[in-house]
Structure formats: C-alpha cells, structure tokens
C-alpha cells in the first residue's frame, strides 16, 4: 500500500540527488582530490581540481544509482534503504538508468576532456568494478565480497594522480592498497551493526555467515596490513617524518579500536571503530598531502 501511494508523487530533484549517495561518495571524493595535492606536490590549479571534483562525483554517483536500481529487490525489505525511490518507484526503473547513464558518460567525457584519457578510464574502471564485480557477480554470493569488490573504492586516488601527471607511478599504487586493506576494516564494523538487515535478505555478509568474533578478527588483520602498508611509501622516500609520525599515531588508534572490538563487540564500540575508520583515512591522505607539499 505505501509502495504504490508513493509512486503517485512526482520525482524531485532531491530524490535523484539522494540516488547518489552523497554521504557514501563524500570520502571516496575526499581521497580523490586529496590525492592532485598529493602528485602535485602542492595546489593542482582551481581548473583541475574542478573537473575532478565533478566528474569524480558523477562516476561514483552513477555507480551508486546502477547499485540502487540492482539491489532494489533487497533494499525494499531492509529497514534502512525500503523508502529509497528506486524501492517506491517514485523514480522507475528505466528513469534511474536513464540518470545512471547519463552520469556515467558525462564522467568519462568530462575527465577525459578536462584530464585526460587515463583519468577518465580510471573512473570507468571503477564505477564498473564496483556495478559489474561487487553488486551483481560478489555481494549476494560470497562473504569475501567487500575484500574483493570493495577494491572499486580504492580507485579514487588513482584517478586523482592520473589526472595530474597522466600515468600511475608505483606510489600511486600504494594509495590504492592503503585503502583496498582497510575497507574491510571500515565496512565490516557498519555490517556488525547492521547485520540483522542482512541477514534477514540472505546477503553473506561475513558477521551473518562467521559471526561477530571472526569478524572483529578479521577486522584486526586487516587493520594491522593497512597500517603497515600505510608505512611503505615512507621507505620508499615518497614522505617524510610528518607523515611518518601522523601514519603512527593514527595507525597506532585503529590497531587499538580494533582490539577493542575484538574484546567485545558491544555497539558503542563497533560504532567507535566505524566512525574513526573514516577520520583515519582522511587525515592520513591530509598528512600525505601536507607532507608532499612542504
């Protein structure tokens, strides 16, 4: 009954703005232009940082609406997505494409034409990774599915070093893994919150299919490799003691919220874990950044 009242109402621009996800694309963005500081060594020109800033967003955005009109099947006997237009049909099925689409192309052309071609197809990679690989081949058969498809948000700051200097140095590479190795980490204390939803639309979500315990394990490796690896490009001689010293400190706070998970997985510790996991990952691109450019 709710279903078919809402799909009376007419779609705003709001409904497809929230198709997005804005507050899910918003550090995935952060890491991207993050990262022209980072190959820059310093301000990548206002025209640069511009066509990223948009086109990164329409990618992401465009990747989001594919995986909205996908999973709207789950969405609608989840708690937290069931009023998503996509599950009310206040935006159909062929419209979110339609916008999908459109978000897609207008990416690639706009990186491509305001960056560069490499840039452009990094985007491409990414938004199909995370459409092709995590949504409709991984998500609802394997637990492993954000460890694998949730590499499509490791592609960010491939695109932002791309579209600096064109090509994808080994440093670059390194950013790829720092947040390949923690998504993990970051993904899977949101799903011990929310495992009951998952669970109860069959998603193989590792606490559903392992339980809390092995995942606040799994949790701690992971952690433990995103912080190593957060140090590599240290000895590499890509950054220096500030960033060294920043990497430490807020390595050294997630290995310690992940050990606190594993002791228990009480909710206000899941939730600290969750909430710091985006704060480690922005201030250590920031120390990047701020260590490139001094």
């Keep these: 009954m709710t279903s078919s009242l809402t799909s009376t109402e007419a779609a705003t621009w709001r409904d497809y703005f929230w198709m ?9 963005l952060f890491t991207t ?3 022209l500081f980072i190959a820059a060594k310093g301000w990548p020109g206002l025209g640069l940082f511009t066509v990223t800033f948009i086109g990164g967003y329409m990618a992401a955005a465009s990747a989001n609406v594919f995986n909205m009109v996908i999973d709207r099947d789950i969405d609608a006997r989840m ?3 069931a009023k998503r237009p996509t599950v009310t049909a206040k935006v159909s099925t062929l419209d979110a494409l339609l916008f999908a689409g459109a978000l897609m192309v207008g990416s690639f052309l706009l990186l491509w034409l305001g960056a560069n071609l490499t840039a452009a197809l990094l985007a491409m990679a990414g938004l199909g990774w995370y459409v092709l690989v995590y949504t409709l081949f991984m998500k609802r058969r394997y637990w492993s599915n954000i460890v694998i498809g949730g590499a499509a948000g490791a592609f960010p700051p491939l695109v932002g070093w791309a579209a600096v200097t ?4 080994l440093f670059a590479w390194y950013l790829f893994l720092i ?3 923690w998504t993990p980490v970051h993904f899977w204390a949101l799903a011990i919150m929310i495992k009951d939803d998952y669970a109860a639309v069959g998603v193989p979500m590792l606490p559903v299919v392992r339980g809390d315990q092995e995942t606040a394990l799994q949790i701690g490796s992971y952690a433990i490799l995103t912080t190593v690896i957060s140090l590599i490009p240290v000895l590499m001689g890509e950054l220096r003691l500030f960033y060294l010293v920043c990497a430490v400190l807020l390595g050294g706070l997630l290995l310690l919220r992940s050990w606190q998970l594993y002791r228990t997985q009480e909710r206000r510790v899941t939730v600290s874990l969750y909430k710091y996991s985006m704060l480690y990952l922005a201030l250590l691109f920031v120390a990047m950044a701020v260590d490139r450019a001094t």
């Design 33 to 35: 232009l993050t990262t």
């Design 20 to 28: 997005t996800k804005p507050r899910v694309i918003s550090l995935l």
């Design 79 to 81: 708690r937290r997505t």
């Design 179 to 181: 947040i390949f190795f």
């Design 166 to 169: 064109g090509d994808l140095s």
